[in-house]
């Protein structure tokens, strides 16, 4: 069952047609790769699904994306809640300047949890969910610019969690962390699919084969193939996504 | 995808949003409404006043005689002294500090001097003009003495946006320089400075504005409450338009109120050129 | 009268048009040959005088540059100590120790009243209740420590409202002249009131206070009749209450604070042909209804001769 | 083009009247000049008001309740002059801190660009206003408003003057703060909007706190502007030297006797001659530690983001 | 006959050992490339030929560089002189913020010509031999800024050739250009060897084959291997520079 559905998506940065005509759907629970070359329109294809783009000026959209069945770019639709509901990981890690704590209890403070006792698990179940918990339990109050590069990632991964998301979003999550946290947290990927439906953008395309069931690769705004990982990988439809999966460009 | 409850919460926070966006517009425009209420007030009271004949005349003490040449004048001439000597003694220093002494102790201590000298309110440095000025080199209330103390009172200002500019330098232009052996001074003079310029030259104008508003350091040292002439000399006492506005500020008739706003226009007038002026030139260069 | 044509001729004001008020003189034959500097300050009461006799002399003799301040009479008497000034406007006379000071340093001041002045007492034009006060209630509201601080404190029926005081600084001449004509020893007052040597803040002080009362020159109520009211004052409870005006200062019925006022050049710089023939002017006829135009009261005529007299 | 074989002679020597030699020297005695100007202001303050607190002990001095220097019977206790200060201190920063602080928001939050590219020029101007004309409006448009709304005003009081000296610092406030918060990273404003934040929490929760040190350096300076501030005080304030509370009674500043005194001229040499500088040492001290501790708090909490 | 003689040269920045023990003879007239990974000493090497580094705090260098026989670090070299007699090219293009005739006659300028018809000369021979002087002849007076970023790497080029110097020392001269550019400016080099000898820092092995008549390959500030290009390509003799070039690390 998808639980995205883009139709006929267009984006333009005013004059610039970033997004051409891309459709997609994405099914629930599932992890969903989106490679191609610097400047194809992953990021911004990602940044449509949580409205993210709403901050940039000049951005018009056309075309639908359904959520669990509603068009988010209806007018009526509240956008905090539909952030709520769709998580976000950055490329540079992004702690707020206040203890690990806080962090986590950010998101379920701002939408109306206030109760102690209440955050307390909240936050231990959100850190345990990025596998995080067992190295940062006993300073909690601790600035969160103390933890290393890869803490820091899961760190905003856990923040993701602990406003209970049904979708998290990742551009390119590891492409700060050296190598060891970046395998650390492609496996809590592998780990989080259980729950969530993940849709990663990622640089590196032993990644996106490593951890993705389905890819899709983008050139110049479109989706040029959209298909199970493997298959895109090992026998691709486009001779453009072949050269760029073989190396050709890129 | 919603719960009633979350929404209605959601739907209260983005209402009390709404209502604090308002309330820090008004903030906003607070300031703009300040400014538009005194300039109201100002335009109101002088508009009628400011004539030919309040630019060409001395002060008088029939209000409808009265003018503002001898201060505008005097604003000069206080620019004669304070333009060069600010520029020399201000650029003279950035080029040090950003050019030559990054780091010894000589230029901590002049760069830590420098951001405590811009935070001195300015009746310090009238007391500081009275006492060295006129009375310790005994140039008495002239328009040296006022122009020496405007002088230091500027400088900070346009040392450190000499200082900006010439950081915005880029580096490699220097290289370029130096691997065509280019000394230092050769670099500063052809390549340094005249990239900087602009920048310079917009904190120059907002030095000169400073010292062109400024009043109370002058009231000390200086102000006469009746001068109708021209100076002649630097050695010539002096007023100045701030100061020709105070002294008919406290006067108690009304039409007084009025000439003293025609002033004030005056002084308006020639500040917000000087500032058209220095954005302009900001935004002319910025984009580099 | 007509003035001799004494020492030279770039003193020779006697045009007898009497132009001052209008302040046009543009067209007389005046010797536009005099030229130099002429530093005046002191007093802020005979600063009106000064300030338009200056204005009217640079007019016709715009080879002259006059300064005029108005720090208060003890401040000019300083500065011409100091030789900062070569005349001294003053609303009281020259003391002893201002003329040993001067006589340390060779110099000599010659005493010219110009004018007569009667110190006012202003109150609030919404003021309806001080219409009159005596003497007494003068002391008791200024004299040190008092400890009058509501208008019913002085008398009984007026409001029970904070009484609010507005005089000249402590280098005023009129401070010292009042203080010791009403409190009893010069210099001595209460001191939580605004002083000001500029005497504009205090008439806009009292103008907008309703419940203000000042003091200071009769020029400064004169100009500003319409925004204060003067009180008359009883020099004691069973005299009649006299109100300050030309007619009662000059016939010495405004008591106790009708006063002359003078300048006082410095005796070396007569010999200055410019100050000269300022002081010639100041001492003219011009010069006399100029001081009726500002506001205060002209001397007997024989007073300005004898002025005159001593530039000789 | 080069000569080959041509040796070049590096070790061709350098005239020590050269331009490059000179001028360091040149330049840096300009640099002295404003070393010289704050010893200048040091050992004039310092000497002059030796000279007074000899006759007045510094504790009479600082703990004295009553300022009468100028009268036969003198009084030296700087107190009521100190309160004045703070009087206009305290209302200039209860009007220029939220306003100043809520457009600064507004300006780096919620503006679109076109009206920022107005706004913030207009602010500008605003700074560049000489004070002299914020006190002749604060005498003579907002004195009279103030005493039309609360009758016992009096012509010359605390609260015209605080108001007008805290619209005064508002642009310093507000484009201090702003270069605060704009130098906060995206990515954490990214972080709380992709957690469902509205503006407000973004920039009450995380810009703000996050920009803190920038901020309350700029509180403390706009304060140290209004300690330092003259021109309207003198105006609309004042003259009078009390321990009031009373925001509608007329004070005196520090700033503002200082003013009195050099322009009525007392003789040099003299106790009350010497008060300008003793008050003057007290204003410089003051504005001094407040710069002094808005650097700090901007140096030692600047937030690595 | 070699103009350039390194001898046992060391070089600290403050605690950091960056080039240890390099030893090297540069032919006249000849184009020595440099190449190796990022990081490992390249750019800090040329800069000592012409005491740039001078410019640098904590700098510390032991060790001998004779050119034309002097030892550049001596005490009374004059190092103005020497820059003259060692031309530089920038990675970026720095062209001053002046005309394009300004630019090119600045260092003639500094270095005390000012008639006229002289600096006329200059310019025109410097700009025909950086290849630029038909491009630009009838644009003399305008900006440098409006030149393309290939030219205005020529016209660094002709910068420094204005001053007459023996040596030019290039680093990554194209590595900001687009291929088209690359090609004339690798093509202006060759043209360059027959008067000049040159110095160049490249991370494109393939330029380094092209251009070059000897390669230094370098890794962690020593100089692993210095021989014929053709020889280095074809046949190293350093397992390390055969790893390098074959693309297995770096
Ligand atoms: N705010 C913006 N305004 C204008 N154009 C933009 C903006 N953001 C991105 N673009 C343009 O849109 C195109 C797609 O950008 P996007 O960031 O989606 O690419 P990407 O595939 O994520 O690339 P990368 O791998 O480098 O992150 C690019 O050409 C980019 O220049
Ligand atoms: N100014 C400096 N201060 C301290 N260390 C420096 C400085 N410049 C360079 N380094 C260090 O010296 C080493 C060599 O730097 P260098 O710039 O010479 O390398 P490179 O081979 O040119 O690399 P690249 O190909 O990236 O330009 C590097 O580890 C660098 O970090
Ligand atoms: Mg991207
Ligand atoms: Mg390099
Ligand atoms: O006339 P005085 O200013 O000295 O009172």
């Not at chain 1, 989706?223 to 990988?233: G, P, S």
């Not at chain 3, 003053?90 to 010659?110: F, G, M, P």
């Not at chain 3, 409190?183 to 000001?196: I, V």
Request: with cysteine; aromatic share 8%.
């Amino acid at each position: 069952m998808s639980i995205v559905e883009i139709q006929n998506l267009n984006l333009y940065y005013t004059e610039f047609h970033a997004l051409k005509q891309v459709n997609m759907s994405i099914p629930e629970k599932s992890i969903t790769a989106f490679i191609g070359p610097s400047g194809c329109g992953k990021s911004t294809l990602l940044r449509t699904l949580n409205r993210m783009n709403d901050m940039i000026k000049g951005v018009r959209i056309d075309g639908k994306i359904n959520i669990n069945g509603t068009n988010i770019y209806d007018p009526d639709v509240n956008v905090e809640l539909l952030r709520k509901n769709i998580g976000m990981v950055f490329q540079q890690p992004n702690p707020f300047p206040k203890s690990i704590y806080d962090n986590v209890a950010y998101g379920p403070r701002i939408h109306g949890i206030t109760n102690k006792s209440e955050l307390d698990e909240i936050v231990e179940k959100s850190l345990r969910g990025s596998a995080l918990w067992e190295e940062v339990k006993d300073y909690l109050k601790k600035s969160a610019y103390g933890l290393s590069g890869g803490q820091q990632q899961r760190l905003c991964i856990a923040r993701a969690l602990a406003v209970n998301p049904e979708i998290l979003l990742m551009d390119e999550p590891t492409s700060a962390l050296d190598p060891i946290s970046t395998l650390k947290i492609e496996e809590l990927i592998q780990e989080l699919k259980k729950d969530y439906t993940i849709v990663i953008v990622t640089h590196n395309m032993q990644q996106a084969a490593r951890v993705s069931g389905q890819t899709a690769f983008f050139l110049n705004g479109e989706v040029i193939e959209f298909a199970d990982t493997v298959k895109l990988f090992s026998n691709p439809e486009d001779q453009r996504t072949e050269d760029y999966i073989t190396g050709r460009f890129g | 995808m919603a719960h009633s409850k979350e929404t209605r919460r959601i739907q209260q926070r983005r209402t009390t949003n709404k209502m604090v966006h308002v309330l820090f517009f008004l903030c906003t425009l607070i300031g703009i409404i300040a400014l538009a209420l005194l300039l109201f007030d100002v335009l109101r009271k002088g508009a009628g006043y400011l004539d030919w004949q309040f630019l060409t005349s001395n002060s008088s003490r029939f209000p409808a005689k009265a003018g503002i040449k001898t201060a505008l004048v005097g604003t000069l001439w206080l620019m004669l002294i304070v333009t060069p000597l600010t520029f020399i003694i201000g650029v003279s220093t950035a080029i040090y500090l950003e050019e030559y002494a990054k780091n010894n102790w000589f230029s901590r201590v002049v760069q830590i001097n420098i951001s405590n000298l811009a935070g001195v309110p300015s009746i310090v440095y009238g007391l500081l003009g009275l006492t060295i000025f006129v009375r310790y080199f005994d140039f008495g209330r002239s328009i040296l003495a006022g122009g020496l103390t405007m002088t230091l009172l500027v400088l900070p200002i346009i040392i450190v946006a000499s200082q900006e500019a010439i950081k915005a330098v880029p580096m490699n232009l220097r290289h370029a320089s130096y691997a065509l052996g280019g000394n230092r001074w050769t670099t500063v003079v052809r390549v340094v400075l005249p990239s900087a310029l602009p920048g310079i030259l917009t904190g120059a104008i907002l030095s000169l504005s400073r010292a062109i508003g400024e009043t109370a350091p002058l009231v000390m040292i200086g102000a006469v409450s009746y001068i109708a002439f021209l100076p002649n000399s630097i050695f010539s006492p002096f007023t100045v338009l701030p100061i020709q506005i105070f002294s008919w500020s406290n006067q108690p008739k009304e039409e007084f109120q009025n000439v003293a706003a025609a002033g004030i226009i005056l002084l308006l007038i020639l500040l917000l050129t000087m500032n058209a002026l220095a954005i302009f030139l900001r935004n002319k260069y910025q984009r580099k | 009268f007509t003035l001799a044509a004494c020492g030279n001729n770039g003193g020779s004001n006697t045009a007898g048009g009497n132009t001052a008020a209008g302040g046009n003189n543009t067209g007389t034959e005046q010797a536009a040959d005099l030229k130099g500097e002429i530093r005046i300050d002191g007093s802020s009461t005979v600063f009106p005088i000064t300030q338009a006799v200056a204005e009217e002399f640079m007019a016709v003799n715009n080879g002259v540059n006059v300064t005029v301040g108005e720090g208060g009479t003890s401040t000019g008497f300083k500065k011409i100590i100091n030789g900062e000034i070569d005349i001294a406007d003053a609303s009281r006379h020259v003391k002893d120790e201002e003329v040993a000071d001067l006589k340390a340093k060779n110099q000599e001041v010659v005493e010219m009243p110009i004018a007569l002045d009667g110190i006012t007492v202003v109150v609030n034009k919404e003021n309806t209740w001080a219409k009159e006060i005596t003497v007494d209630e003068l002391k008791k509201i200024w004299q040190k420590d008092s400890t009058v601080k509501l208008w019913s404190d002085v008398r009984a029926d007026w409001p029970k409202e904070p009484i609010k005081l507005y005089g000249p600084g402590t280098s005023s001449g009129t401070f010292e002249y009042f203080t010791e004509e009403i409190n009893g020893k010069k210099n001595e007052s209460r001191t939580d009131y605004t002083p000001s040597e500029d005497d504009n803040v205090l008439v806009t002080g009292v103008a907008g206070d309703k419940n203000a009362m000042g003091y200071f020159g009769f020029a400064y109520y004169e100009e500003n009749q319409e925004k204060l009211t003067a009180v008359s004052i009883k020099a004691d409870a069973n005299a009649p209450a006299v109100a300050p005006s030309v007619d009662t200062i000059r016939d010495g019925s405004y008591k106790p604070l009708s006063r002359p006022i003078f300048i006082y050049p410095l005796k070396s710089a007569l010999a200055k042909p410019e100050i000269a023939a300022f002081l010639k002017y100041y001492n003219s006829e011009e010069g006399q209804t100029l001081v009726e135009e500002v506001g205060y009261i002209k001397l007997p005529a024989e007073d300005y001769q004898k002025n005159l007299d001593q530039l000789k | 083009m080069p000569r080959s074989n041509s040796k070049v002679d590096l070790k061709k020597r350098k005239s020590y009247f050269s331009m490059d030699f000179i001028m360091p020297i040149v330049l840096a005695l300009f640099a002295g000049i404003s070393v010289l100007t704050t010893i200048g202001i040091v050992v004039i303050l310092l000497t002059e008001s030796a000279g007074f607190f000899r006759h007045v002990p510094i504790l009479d001095f600082l703990t004295g309740t009553e300022w009468t220097p100028l009268f036969s019977e003198k009084s030296f206790g700087v107190l009521p002059l100190v309160t004045g200060t703070l009087m206009i201190t305290v209302i200039a920063s209860i009007v220029a801190l939220p306003i100043g602080l809520g457009s600064a928001i507004y300006l780096s939050e919620y503006a679109p660009n076109r009206v920022r590219a107005i706004v913030k020029p207009i602010l500008e101007v605003l700074a560049g206003i000489p004070t002299i004309v914020y006190g002749f409006f604060a005498l003579t448009f907002v004195t009279p408003i103030l005493q039309t709304i609360i009758p016992q005003t009096e012509i010359f009081n605390a609260l015209s003057a605080g108001i007008v000296v805290g619209i005064m610092i508002i642009p310093m406030i507000s484009s201090l703060s702003e270069d605060a918060m704009a130098s906060v990273p995206a990515s954490l404003r990214n972080g709380a909007y992709a957690l469902g934040s509205t503006k407000l929490e973004t920039s009450v929760k995380i810009v703000v706190p996050a920009a803190f040190s920038g901020i309350v350096a700029s509180f403390v300076l706009g304060l140290s502007r209004a300690v330092g501030e003259t021109m309207i005080v003198t105006l609309a304030a004042g003259l009078q030297p009390r321990m009031s509370l009373n925001p509608l009674d007329s004070i005196e500043t520090l700033t503002a006797y200082i003013v009195s005194v050099a322009s009525g001229d007392v003789r040099a040499g003299s106790v009350e001659y010497q008060t300008i500088y003793a008050v003057g040492l007290v204003l410089f001290v003051i504005t001094l530690l407040m710069n002094i501790l808005a650097g700090y708090i901007s140096r030692k909490f600047r937030e690595v983001y």
